[in-house]
C-alpha cells in the first residue's frame, strides 16, 4: 500500500508532490496547504506552483537552487502541515441551456432517466468546487455534481466544442474557454469570456474558487454576450459577494 505524501521527478527542472489518489476535498486540501505555504515562505529559486486534484507540481530554476535543497525545504514545510482549503471566491455564472445551445442536453436526460427541465434544475442547485484549471487556459474543472447526473465521457469526442459550451463528465463540470475538441456532454452555454487577455486578471477562475450556476433566457444570454464582445460586461458583479447578475 503506498504511503504519502511522495516526491517524484517531473522532467529536468521539477518534482511532483503527490498526497493521495481520486478526487477528494481532504486529498486537495493538503495541496493546496503546500501551495499556500510555499507562497507564504517563497525559497530562492522557486519558479511556480501548480495545483491539481492531488498533487502539487514544482518548478523551479536550478542556476539558483538546486532540487536537493528545495525537496529540502517542502519535506521540512511536510512535517507540520495543516490541510487548508483556499479561502476561495464565490462565482454566480450565467447559462442558457435554450436547446440549440445545449446539443446534449436531451439525451442527458434520457439517459438519466428524467427530463430536461430535471437536469437543469438540478445543475443550477449544485455548488461546485474548482480543485484546478488544466487543458487549456481558463478551463477550470469543478467537482460536486450531483451523483443523479453522473456520466461518462462522450464514446465520440467532438472536433469542435464552441467557446462557452457547460458540459458535465463523471462528477465534474466545467466550462469551455476556446472553441476546441472535447468529449463532454454539453447542457448550456455562458456568455462568458473564462479567458481574456485583455483583463487585468485574464483567467476568471481560480483553484479553491467556488461556483453556482444561474439560468438565463436566449434574450439575456444575448445581451450579455454583446456586452462581452464589446468589452464592457461587469465581471465583477457575478461575485455573489459583490453584486448580481444582471442582463
Given amino acids: 500500500m503506498t504511503s504519502y505524501p511522495q516526491i517524484r521527478s517531473f522532467g529536468d527542472t521539477?518534482?511532483?508532490?503527490?498526497?493521495g489518489e481520486g478526487i477528494d476535498r481532504g486529498i486537495?486540501?493538503?495541496?493546496m496547504a503546500l501551495h499556500a505555504a510555499l507562497?507564504?515562505?517563497?525559497?530562492?529559486?522557486?519558479?511556480?506552483?501548480?495545483?491539481?486534484f492531488r498533487a502539487l507540481l514544482v518548478q523551479y530554476d536550478p542556476l539558483v537552487t538546486s532540487r536537493t535543497d528545495l525537496e529540502g525545504h517542502v519535506r521540512g514545510l511536510l512535517d507540520g502541515l495543516k490541510p487548508r482549503q483556499r479561502a476561495g471566491r464565490l462565482w454566480r455564472l450565467p447559462v442558457c441551456y435554450a436547446p440549440d445551445l445545449a446539443p446534449d442536453l436531451p439525451d442527458v436526460a434520457e439517459?438519466?432517466?428524467?427530463?430536461?427541465?430535471?437536469?437543469?434544475?438540478t445543475h443550477t442547485a449544485g455548488r461546485y468546487f474548482v480543485y484546478m484549471l488544466g487543458f487549456m487556459p481558463g478551463l477550470a474543472y469543478?467537482?460536486?455534481?450531483?451523483?443523479?447526473l453522473h456520466l461518462p465521457r462522450r464514446k465520440e469526442p467532438r472536433l469542435?466544442?464552441?467557446?462557452?459550451?457547460?458540459?458535465i463528465a463523471e462528477s465534474m463540470?466545467?466550462?469551455?474557454?476556446w472553441e476546441s475538441p472535447g468529449g463532454w456532454h454539453l447542457i448550456g452555454r455562458t456568455p462568458l469570456k473564462l479567458f481574456d487577455a485583455s483583463r487585468a486578471e485574464p483567467i476568471l477562475l481560480a483553484a479553491g474558487d467556488e461556483v453556482t450556476y444561474t439560468a438565463i433566457s436566449s434574450d439575456d444570454y444575448a445581451a450579455m454576450l454583446n456586452r462581452v464582445e464589446q468589452g464592457v460586461f461587469d465581471y465583477a458583479a457575478l461575485r455573489v459577494d459583490e453584486g448580481q447578475v444582471k442582463p
Avoid: H, W
Fill in 39 to 52: 507562497a507564504d515562505m517563497r525559497p530562492a529559486g522557486l519558479i511556480e506552483t501548480i495545483p491539481s
Fill in 111 to 121: 439517459r438519466c432517466k428524467t427530463t430536461p427541465d430535471a437536469v437543469i434544475a
Fill in 28 to 31: 486537495n486540501a493538503k495541496v
Fill in 173 to 177: 463540470t466545467t466550462i469551455y474557454p
Fill in 142 to 148: 469543478m467537482g460536486g455534481l450531483d451523483a443523479s
Fill in 14 to 19: 521539477g518534482f511532483s508532490v503527490e498526497f
Fill in 160 to 167: 469542435k466544442v464552441p467557446q462557452g459550451s457547460v458540459a
